[in-house]
């Protein structure tokens, strides 16, 4: 029997370690059962934390804890999935094809910008979704010092006030600094077409978010959206231009492509829709988790975010539950109740939320300790320890990853 995991992600991550948890707990053979998770890359990148300066050394080796617990890893990236057939058509590292077959699919397969057709978008555009688009931000930054200091140069324009958009805005007035010297006074401006900046983060949260962009001297520009990009800087809806040499687009995310293969029910975001076990009804074999599903948490109507933190109990869920079809064993409902949000604010520290109300239980410095402390701590992968890794994926044990639940 085999079993193979797409994505080597938060979710797809848990997925194997929970899979391999439930063969070892029922005393099957890694030859009996094969556990086969297949990326591109052997690490996990540490996604949440590429508006940080650095983000080359934002990954996490996944090699060790793999060999660890007895998962095969596949290098290479899943080109097309036939779910009748139960194959995997892989384009290996060497430019080689692979195929796969499958007993059971687990489709971690992440999420990535959404980019509309904008002029000049592609051209001129940054953002801080994957690593190589964090990195070539970083490049661009670092090279701005060697720049004349006009044009916009030391402006920096964040499309979007949503959570990502905040964090790499409030991180940016401090990058700036220690690229063009503590006497530089950088502007950056939020760009967003809604009237409210953090639409998502509710009333109470928003005149914390408010008073910290205030403090950092970050200007919100709202109710415009952006019509075009070019080398002189953007031009909004509304007609108004803004002199800049960087554009740092952070206005929503998709599910990854590779879901359109799956002949199933997606929602706008391209999520697929799955039960409460995180099958994809009317697909055998097939489950889905992370930011790829869309799944309900409770029954209150609340259902998981694309995040890691949600991604990471997801995934623990949907490994375990795919293992125990081949193992002849119950499947668990996944559900996640408890839901905490922790935004950082750049030198203003950090916002920490409880509850999908997002009521207000850390503000300031004590929020930044958390979240310094879930960004460096618990959204890393386990130890290369067999025992300690599957103890960690026990998917009724896995809470969200902050751990503060």
């Keep these: 029997m085999r079993l193979v995991i797409i994505g080597a992600g938060f979710a797809g991550m848990y997925s ?36 940080e300066p650095k983000p080359e050394t934002l990954t996490a080796p996944l090699v060790d804890v793999l060999k ?16 009748k057939s ?14 796969l077959t499958y007993d059971r ?29 964090a990195i070539a931000l970083d490049k661009h930054l670092q090279g701005l010092a060697k720049r004349p200091a006009v044009d916009g140069r030391d402006t920096v324009v964040v499309t979007g006030g949503g959570f990502t958009g905040i964090e790499a ?3 940016m007035p401090s990058r700036l600094r220690k690229i063009f010297g503590d006497k530089a006074k950088p502007r950056v401006i939020i760009v967003d077409r809604n009237l409210a900046i953090a639409p ?40 108004e231009h803004i002199e800049t040499e960087t554009v740092i687009w952070a206005a929503g995310i998709r599910a990854a492509p590779l879901t359109q293969q799956i002949p199933s029910e997606r929602d706008n975001f391209g999520r697929l829709l799955v039960d409460r076990h995180l099958r994809v009804p009317g697909v055998d074999g097939v489950f889905a988790t992370g930011d790829a599903a869309r799944a309900a948490c409770d029954d209150d109507g609340n259902y998981a975010l694309m995040s890691c933190q949600h991604a990471t109990r997801m995934g623990a869920f949907a490994g375990n539950n795919a293992a125990a079809e081949l193992l002849g064993v119950p499947t668990k409902p996944y559900h996640q109740k408890g839901y905490v949000t922790c935004l950082d604010l750049g030198e203003a520290g950090a916002l920490f939320t409880r509850g999908w109300e997002r009521e207000v239980t850390m503000v300031g410095d004590v929020a930044k300790k958390t979240k310094q402390e879930i960004n460096t701590v618990w959204i890393y992968p386990p130890k290369a320890e067999r025992a300690a890794a599957l103890a960690l994926a026990d998917p009724e044990r896995v809470t969200d990853v902050t751990g503060f639940l």
């Design 16 to 51: 194997a370690l929970s899979a391999a948890r439930l063969r070892e707990i029922h005393g099957v053979s890694p030859e009996e059962l094969e556990i086969t998770l297949v990326a591109p890359e052997p690490t996990l990148v540490i996604r949440p934390r590429l508006y």
């Design 68 to 83: 660890a617990i007895d998962v095969t890893y596949v290098q290479g990236s899943a080109e097309t999935i036939e779910t």
């Design 86 to 99: 139960r194959t995997v058509r892989i384009a290996t590292a060497k430019g080689t094809r692979k195929t």
């Design 105 to 133: 699919l687990v489709v971690a397969t992440g999420s990535r910008l959404f980019r509309p057709n904008i002029p000049g978008l592609a051209e001129h555009g940054f953002s801080v979704d994957s690593l190589d688009d």
């Design 169 to 171: 805005a409030t991180e």
């Design 200 to 239: 998502d983060m509710g009333e109470t949260s928003r005149p914390v978010i408010e008073d910290a962009l205030k403090k950092l001297g970050i200007e919100t520009w709202l109710g415009a959206g952006v019509a075009s990009l070019d080398e002189s800087g953007i031009t909004l809806s509304n007609g």
